[in-house]
């Protein structure tokens, strides 16, 4: 398998599940300093243009949390789905809060450029950002994260995906002395072996 990213995207929570499947890929940078995912050779992998990517037998998945199940639905040993319809439910909820808002929420401050073109409607999307992300983090403290994981005692595909969207809450301007819940759930993160690894591989800020 091969995973296109770029370091401190949502790719890298792609890459952490892959490490906690312990399912071996090949990491290929997507250089954005060089928009190198706006050009040719990239879009023929991804006509998005954007990371993730997974390429794995001949296909090229795309979206996170598609990806994300991919990898639970290649790996049952490893339990990154529950059992529990329940439980599975609000994992994908989560899940699709994410992709769906607090990620859109995010690139309204990195990328307004998507929405609009006069630097004025940029700022005013950028000075948004803090709002928008507190209330997102408001949500994800008290509603999404039912213990020391997303679905409660156990680690699923939705915590790395957590993880790195609520690695950018500080740069958006979220005061995290506020969520002590999450600011925990991070430092649980940030100790376990897969987000290591992708430190090592120098995918995340250590
Ligand atoms: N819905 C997609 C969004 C992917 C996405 O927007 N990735 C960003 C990085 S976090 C990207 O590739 N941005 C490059 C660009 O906008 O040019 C997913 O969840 O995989």
């Known amino acids: 398998m091969r995973l296109y990213y770029s370091p401190g995207s949502i790719s890298i929570a792609v890459a952490i599940t892959l490490y906690e499947a312990e399912l071996p890929f090949e990491a290929v940078k997507v250089n954005f300093g060089e928009a190198e ?11 998005k ?7 794995t037998d001949g296909n090229h998945l795309t979206e996170t949390g ?14 990154l789905v ?13 899940m ?3 992709a769906s808002t607090m990620h859109v929420n995010h690139a309204h401050r990195v990328r ?21 992300m507190t209330n997102s983090a408001r949500y994800v403290e008290e509603h999404c994260l039912r213990g020391d994981f997303v679905i409660g005692d156990h680690l699923s595909i939705a915590d790395p995906y957590l ?11 979220v005061n995290m002395a506020d969520f002590p819940g999450i600011t925990a759930f991070q430092q649980r993160m940030h100790a376990r072996d897969s987000v290591q690894q992708a430190i ?3 995918m995340l800020p250590s």
């Not at 995912?37 to 006509?47: E, G, I, M, R, S």
């Not at 243009?49 to 390429?55: A, D, I, K, S």
Request: net charge positive; with cysteine; proline share 8%.
């Open 66 to 79: 598609a990806i994300l199940e991919y990898i639970a639905a290649r790996t049952p040993q490893a339990k």
């Open 49 to 55: 243009g954007r990371v993730p990517t997974l390429e």
């Open 96 to 98: 699709y809060y994410l």
């Open 112 to 132: 307004g450029n998507r929405w609009a073109d006069r630097p004025e409607s940029l700022a005013d999307m950028a000075a948004k950002a803090p709002q928008t």
């Open 163 to 173: 993880f790195v969207v609520c690695s950018w809450l500080e740069g958006d301007g």
């Open 82 to 94: 529950p059992q529990d319809a329940l439980k599975a439910a609000h994992m994908r909820a989560a």
């Open 200 to 202: 090592n591989a120098g």
């Open 37 to 47: 995912q706006t050009k040719p050779a990239y879009l023929n992998v991804n006509p």
